[in-house]
Structures are given as structure tokens and as C-alpha cells.
């Protein structure tokens, strides 16, 4: 079914809830596992109905955020998500705590019960309010980004339509968009840090309120973190401060060189060839239909799953001034089709979405096929291996994009995966320290976040923006306010797709199945099991990123 005919009716609460009640009744009344597994397809009915009337409304707001009837039911959900969320945890504990789990592990996997395990310890009725104002608050910081107006030249442009000037090939009209953009974020810094800070205060009253010191641990919970901890991730974290930023800060010099630059100022943070960045060629349904060759050529089940895509218009890509910015991947249960929403504002962002959205998008279609839903639950450091890998299968499409600059745009694309792992790491010891520390003051946490800078990226010079060198610029980060703790995993899964990357320029057939092997395998084991099963090295074993930038140098050289 196409989107815009899929019918869209608000999910009565209430009337939920004693669908939920009726279920968990049944539960007990079972006298089998098979009896139990049997009313647990029911639950598969309930919840797949009610988050694809939620997601469709999610969409429908997203795309234009001044629609009045759309803005009413965000604000509903936001409401009544965290008790929704109770509703499920409820019934799931049912299932944790039967008699007859034994059984049911046999059915939907031991990955499934760690993971309600996870969720019983980050859901309580008593945050409930709490979790109310945790999304409102994250609506009024998404509504402010999507409704920025910048004069540009005479015309009004949000954020996302900015970005092309960003990196625009002359260092003069990028100097003046980053000075515009920038002025934004500083004429509305004393309400993100409000927010922020409001945020911060509330994850860390929901936590206390569950027992735990602070957010962290309620935060690796709600990330379904299942099988490694914070310090495993402080062990990738210094992984990548020994092993890549030198390889990172040496891609940044050669770049410099390139663009004949006696250094970098940020205003070239994004930029990686003289005469500009490589852009897609066509127009954005002609990037689509590109889109569609490629998946149709690269395998029967990518073909399969791009012309499900395009023929159901599971897209909304065009940039629009009062449209969400930024992207992602979200899924329609009810018809199991997966559907990307993004921003086109004609730079090589544009294909990135064809590959990098698509790569989850593909995915999703491929676990749909499974009948138990639970294998459908992969966590983020996975799923973001499937989308950051399928980029570099894909390169060799990109001339279907780039025409004759398709070459610029892979080695754009190597330095700059390369590049976001410093950042990305970055970004998420800031949180540790963010939630750590929830008494900083907006001041402290810029500045927590301007040294982090000198560490990461050491190159960066911001003088002359004072916003900027006063530790600004993790304000424009989405995941920052409204996905605690979610940012880490693209870095993990970075070293993933580059150990792919090695891979398929050696033997392409034999790394292409094993990324579909890894799609298949979804959440049927742990992230720490999936990848040795499809023979990738373990990100946070130490010498796993020594030796992906061993094999990325000789590359490059």
C-alpha cells in the first residue's frame, strides 16, 4: 500500500490498556508454553498496530511541523508513549517470569528475554510523568531547529537548506552561511541550554528514581546495551584517541594540502576538493530512480526491497522549509515496509541517504520476513553496521550519482568516515560526562565539550566565531537531546563497515554475504556474537581499530 493511502487512526489509550489486561490474563491462564506462545501472537497484533498508526502520525507531523491536526497528535503520543511503554514492559514480565520460559526462550531467543530484562529495569509507572515531559521537551527542541528562518541573499532557508552553502567551493560564501548559521544556534543559545539543561535534570530524576546514581546506567538499559557496559566502551573510546586521531588529524592535513590552505579553519571542516565538493547529478526523483537501478543490480533481495520501496512512495526525501530536519529510517509494522525520511539539498548528503538509509531500510524488509518479531529487535550498534557497510557496497554505483566526479565522491566519502570517528567518540564521552555530572552549568558543559575538541580534533580553529570557541557546537547534535547515549554505536559500526570496506575491495562476493548473513541474523544473537559468526573482528577488543587503520593506510598511499 502506498503511504499517503495508508489510513491513519488516533490509538485509543484506554482502550488499549484492557486489550493489554485481557492479555496478560490469558497469560496466566495458560497451561502450556505452547498455549502462551500462542497468545503472544496477539501481542504481536497489538503492538504492531498501535506503533504503526503512531509512526504514520510520527511521519506525518514530520514532514510539515506546522500541521496543525498532525502537531496535535505528537503532542497526544508524547503523552501517552511512556504508559503505552509500561503497558508492554508489563505484559513482557509475564513472559520473563513463566513457568514455562524454558519454552518460549526456544521460540523468540535468549537475545529477546535479556532484552526485556533491560526494559523491566528502565520503565516504571512512577517516571511515567517524568517521561512525559522528557518528550516534550525533546518537541520543543526539534520544533525550534525545524522552524529556524535565515535570511540567505533575500530568501528565508531552515537549517537543512543551509547546508549546501556550508560547504559551498567558494571559502567566501561558506564563511558568510557559517556565520549566519552559527548566529542561529548563539541568538538561541540561552533556550538550548534551558533545554538541555531541563533534560539533563529530568534523565537524572528518572534514574534516581529507579534506584540508579545517575542516567548512565538507566541510559545503557534504554539503549538494550546487552552484552557490554561503559567500560567497553571507554576502552573503544581510548582505542580511538591512541589509534585513529592520528590517522584522522593526518586525512585533515593531507585535505589542507589539497585545498591549498595554510591551515584549516572550521569553515573547511566539510570541504574536500578545490572545486568544491562532488554533488549528485539529476534531480531528486532522478537520484531515486538511480537508487533503483543500483539495488536492482547489486542483488535479487535488494531488487526486491527497492521496488517495494518505490512502489509504495516509502520515501519523503525532498527538503522542504518546514519539514523536520535531518533523516532516518523508521518501520510500518502493519505492512511491513520500512520508510526513510529525509532532507535533498543537492549535496552528496543526498545519495548518502539512497545508501546509508537504505542500508537499515533493507534490513528492516529483510526481518520482516521473520515471523517471530523479536529477531527484529537489533540494537543500535548493529543496525547502524547495516547502514554505514551498505555505503561502501554501494561505491560502485556511484557514477549513476556523480557522473564523472564519482571518483572525488569515494574518496570524500573514505576521509570523511574516517573523520567521524573522532567526532562521534567525542560526542559520546560528552554524554558520560554530561549525565556524570548533572550539576554543570551550561557554561561548564561547553567547555567539558571544547576540550573535548582539543583531544579529538585537535586541528579545529574556530577563531573569530566566539559562539563556536566557546564550546557551541554540540548544540546542532539531534542525538544529544533527543537520543541520550545513541551516537557511539555509528562509531562502533564505522570500524565494522571499514573492515568491510578491506574486505569487499579483496573479495566482494564473499563480504556481500556475509552483510547478508549478518541482515539475516538480526537479533537472533548478541552484537558480540554476530560479529566473529560473520568473521569481523570484535570493535572493542583492543588492536581492532590498530589494525583497521593499517589496512585503511595502505589504501590511501
Known sequence: MKFQEMPYKR??????????????????????????????????????????????????????????????????????????????????????????????????????????????????????????????????????????????????LNLSLMNPYLTNSDRNVRVEAWKKYSQFFADNQEELDDIYDKLVKNRTAQAQKL?????????????????????DVKTFRDQVKRDFVPFAEMLHDRRRKRLGLSKLHFEDEGVYFVNGNPAPVGTPEEILEAGRKMYNELSP??????????????????????????????????????????NFNGTSGDADVITHECGHAFQGFVAAKDPILEHADI???????????????????????????????????????????????????????????????????????????????????????????????????HHIYDCPLYYIDYCIAQADAFQYKVWMDKDYKAAWNSYLKLCELSAKDFFTG????????????DGCLRDVVKNLEAKIR
Open 379 to 477: 540494537t543500535m550498534e548493529t543496525a547502524e553496521t547495516h547502514s554505514m557497510s551498505m555505503e561502501f557496497f554501494t561505491e560502485p554505483w556511484m557514477k549513476l550519482f556523480f557522473g564523472d566526479r564519482y571518483q572525488d565522491y569515494i574518496d570524500m566519502h573514505l576521509e570523511a568516515s574516517a573523520a567521524f570517528i573522532p567526532y562521534g567518540t567525542m560526542v559520546d564521552e560528552f554524554q558520560d560526562i554530561a549525565y556524570a555530572n548533572p550539576g554543570l552549568s551550561p557554561k561548564d558543559r561547553n567547555q567539558a565539550w571544547r576540550d573535548l575538541e582539543r583531544q579529538y580534533k585537535p586541528h579545529l580553529d574556530y577563531s573569530g566565531n566566539e559562539y563556536l570557541d566557546n564550546g557551541g557546537f554540540w548544540q546542532k547534535q
Open 11 to 156: 490509538i485509543d489509550i484506554d482502550s488499549l490498556k484492557k486489550d493489554f489486561e485481557e492479555l496478560e490474563k490469558r497469560l496466566d491462564a495458560a497451561t502450556s508454553g505452547e498455549e502462551q506462545f500462542e497468545i503472544h501472537k496477539k501481542y504481536y497484533e497489538l503492538v504492531g498496530h498501535a506503533t504503526t498508526q503512531m509512526t504514520i502520525a510520527e511521519i506525518r507531523h514530520d514532514v510539515d511541523m506546522t500541521d496543525e491536526f498532525y502537531s496535535a497528535e505528537q503532542d497526544y503520543y508524547d503523552e501517552k508513549r511512556p504508559v503505552f511503554q509500561n503497558m508492554m514492559v508489563s505484559y513482557q514480565s509475564k513472559l520473563f517470569n513463566s513457568k514455562f520460559r524454558p519454552y518460549l526462550e526456544e521460540k523468540i531467543g535468549k537475545v529477546a528475554f535479556k532484552n526485556i530484562e533491560l526494559q523491566m529495569k528502565s520503565v516504571d509507572e512512577k517516571i511515567v510523568p517524568l517521561m512525559q515531559e522528557e518528550n516534550q521537551l525533546n518537541t520543543r527542541y526539534n520544533k525550534l531547529l525545524a522552524t529556524a528562518k535565515i535570511d540567505w541573499n533575500g530568501e528565508v
Open 211 to 231: 534506584g540508579y546514581e545517575n542516567y548512565l546506567t538507566l541510559g545503557y538499559y534504554r539503549m538494550m546495551r546487552n552484552c557490554y557496559g561503559r567500560e
Open 301 to 342: 533481495e535488494t531488487a526486491e526491497f527497492m521496488n517495494f520501496m518505490c512502489d509504495n512512495n516509502l520515501f519523503d526525501v525532498i527538503g522542504r522549509k518546514t519539514k523536520k530536519t535531518g533523516g532516518y529510517m523508521t518501520f510500518l509494522q502493519d505492512y511491513k515496509a520500512p520508510f526513510i525520511f529525509a
Open 530 to 541: 554476530l560479529v566473529p559468526q560473520v568473521g569481523l573482528n570484535n570493535p572493542f577488543e
